[in-house]
């Protein structure tokens, strides 16, 4: 099976723009999380979509949002981007069933707000 | 109070001695617990899993849990250069199937 795709692998943004990241899961997968990660940090849950509905939020403000389609694939957005959005953004799959199952990552889009 | 929490190191230990890497939480409503490698560059990889307490082993890891104490331990037998990475802690939430993390702890294991 393909792995978890995250596309694209690098982006440079100014101040105030938008961005939009895309998330292809493992195939079978309905459940797709989405995690800030910058030095120090960790990762911090940005929100989790299965079978296309948002089901858990973390606590970013209402700039950061996402959907997830028909066939899995999931995106965030992030609007009115600030210095401090810069971070490496991972996406993660799983069957989305169980909380105790693993979860498999993309290998993430670096983010840099210029 | 973070809900996952570990030591950010770096912990330095010498090849072939024994990585202790510790985790508390402060959700008893968690059941799960995981520990993720994550190398610099790259993204996390599951390396044990944990669901009671007690100790699980699988090669040289061993993962602790204990409920009671809300901790959660990770030891690395024959510590490997290899081994240098973050070590991220993971629970789900109890009340959501979000998943967690930790701050992590970063490894160095010096030859």
């Known amino acids: 099976k393909a792995g978890v795709t995250q596309t694209p692998r690098y982006l440079i943004k100014t101040r105030g723009q938008q961005v939009t990241l895309s998330c292809s899961p493992i195939?079978?997968?309905?459940?797709v999380s989405w995690y800030q990660q910058t030095p120090g940090q960790g990762l911090q849950f940005l929100f989790e979509?299965?079978?296309?509905?948002?089901?858990n939020k973390g606590n970013f403000p209402g700039r950061f949002s996402g959907r997830q389609f028909s066939n899995s694939r999931s995106e965030m957005n992030v609007s009115t981007l600030e210095l401090g959005d810069s971070a490496l953004y991972l996406c993660?799959?799983?069957?989305?069933?169980?909380?105790?199952?693993?979860?498999?990552f993309g290998s993430g889009t670096q983010l840099s707000v210029l | 109070q973070k809900e996952v929490e570990q030591n950010s190191g770096p912990l330095s230990v010498p090849e072939g001695a024994i990585a202790s890497l510790n985790c508390t939480y402060s959700?008893?409503?968690?059941?799960?617990f995981f520990w993720y490698r994550q190398y610099s560059g790259k993204s996390p990889e599951l390396i044990m899993s944990?669901?009671?307490?007690g100790d699980k082993e699988d090669g040289r890891f061993t993962a602790q849990l204990n409920k009671a104490s809300q901790y959660v331990s990770l030891l690395i037998r024959d510590s490997q250069p290899s081994d240098s990475a973050t070590y991220l802690c993971?629970?789900?939430?109890?009340?959501?199937?979000?998943?967690?993390f930790g701050s992590g702890t970063r490894l160095s294991i010096r030859p």
């Open positions: 959700d008893r409503g968690s059941q799960s």
């Open positions: 993971a629970a789900p939430h109890s009340s959501a199937s979000k998943i967690i």
């Open positions: 195939s079978g997968h309905r459940s």
């Open positions: 979509y299965f079978s296309e509905t948002q089901r």
């Open positions: 993660a799959s799983r069957d989305g069933r169980a909380t105790n199952e693993k979860l498999f």
């Open positions: 944990i669901y009671s307490n």
